[in-house]
Nanobody, 111 residues
């Protein structure tokens, strides 16, 4: 079990950028798959981006070319750089490592 804490959410205008960070309580070990999810009110939580221990990344079609997932093993963090934000990106963003979830951080994109 690992404790995860997200940070970096906030309000931003459409076209702006935010960088979310997920800090883990332990070192990220080989075999871990790390994910960012988001959930808008009344909607299903969706996978936004993932990165494997081998560095393979995957993105939802809606964010490809705009979001970048990365890890910093020395700091035990996983980041999500979000550029060219759109109102439909609004939601609570959660990080996930294996079966551990953070509490989420709110991202609101104004039009």
């Amino acid at each position: 079990q690992v404790r995860l804490v997200e940070s970096g959410g906030g309000l931003v205008q459409a076209g702006g950028s935010l960088r979310l960070s997920c800090e883990a309580s332990r070192s990220i070990f080989s075999g871990d798959v790390m994910d960012w999810y988001r959930q808008a009110p009344g909607k299903q939580r969706e996978l936004v981006a993932s990165i494997s221990s081998g560095g393979i990344t995957n993105y939802a079609d809606s964010v490809k070319g705009r979001f970048t997932i990365s890890t910093d093993n020395a700091k035990n963090t996983m980041d999500l750089q979000m550029n060219s934000l759109k109102p439909e990106d609004t939601g609570v963003y959660y990080c996930k490592i294996r079966f551990s979830w953070g509490q989420g951080t709110q991202v609101t994109v104004s039009s």
